[in-house]
């Protein structure tokens, strides 16, 4: 995710920090000196942050460990202000993965939350406690007790959160994945409009309406989501691949690059040295490069070298997945070593016109690359 650091690495898994994760920190430190609190509870608050930071990082571990048992990696770990997102290599195939899965982590939550309400107990039951001693008891008790609200939150049968996914997994055991994600979305749209009701006009607390626009949100995106995977299910990559395209060298220069853009209508060009794909020149990395510059630099030194290359007969629905998940959104296609096409969601979406118009259907969605954006 885009304006992230990497702190850490665990189990395998890169953990990212996102810029907005430091504006919570902020905001925590002025609420505290602005109640007038001394530099001890400041501290104290900020602490309790970071205690329940790690303890997300754990709860999106709970998913990632849980896929790894089902083959699938976890690319990385992003923590937001609003909890952490795992970003799997793929969609889980059956709904008995996603079930786990998606349960995997509340259940590391409540590990959490017992370990917690023991080492609480017995510093309490020890009778005479010192001012430090009792202020670490009330700590932990707070800290056992946010474990508890993050899984009840999670727990909610709404998207994102992994109740939302869990109530899909179970109707996908006798309904069609598409239908399933439709329900449970719509489950998730209702309690999202509940929430709003409730925090404008029962509770008065605006934190509920930003709960609800989240909800609201993720609910619509993942049953547009669906539903083109549903329409890509079983369709090749090369049904839908480019293979009229321009190739540049990566000692071309980044005016050459700039010519070819403006000639044509292709924005991002894939970089080959002596028949083999060495990288992908985006069209952010080409005015990056040119930001500043006369145009000189070579494109080995801005072209991108992660772009994931994918093959002519894998499935259009788990390509989609990767642009969503990764930072190109054009792909290469390759056969071996060479490069023979490329694959954007513009084409995805062309060859989904072309099916619907053959068959005198009306399309479902108006564009995938809208999705993939959201």
Known sequence: MKWSWRIARVAGVDIYLHWTFLLLIGWILFSYLMAGADWLGVWTGVGFVLALFVCVVLHELGHAMAARVFGIPTRDITILPIGGVARLDHIPEHSRQEFVIAIAGPLVNVVIAAVLAVLTLGLMGAGHLGYGALLTGRFLQNLMW?????????????????????????????????????????????????????????????????????????????????????????????????????????????????????????????????????????????????RGSTGEVRIADVMTQDCRCVNEFDLLERVMYEMHQGSCSVLPVVRGDRIIGLVDTENIGELLMIRSARSNGTPAVRHPGELISA
């Open 146 to 290: 946010a474990n508890i609200l993050l899984v009840l939150f999670n727990l909610i049968p709404a998207f994102p959160m992994d109740g939302g996914r869990m109530l899909r997994a179970g109707l996908a055991t006798f309904l069609e994945y598409s239908t399933a994600t439709r329900i449970a979305a719509g489950v998730g749209q209702v309690l999202a409009i509940l929430f709003a009701v409730g925090g404008l006009f029962v509770f008065n607390n605006p934190f509920l309406l930003f709960i609800a626009l989240f909800v609201y949100l993720g609910a619509a995106g993942e049953a547009q989501m669906a539903e083109v995977r549903s329409m890509l299910r079983g369709i090749p990559v090369r049904e839908a691949m480019m293979t009229r395209f321009q190739a540049l060298s990566p000692s071309d220069s980044l005016q050459t690059a700039a010519t070819e853009l403006l000639a044509g209508m292709q924005q991002e060009f894939p970089v080959v040295e002596e028949g083999r794909l060495v990288g992908m020149l985006r069209r952010a990395d080409l005015a990056e490069g040119l």
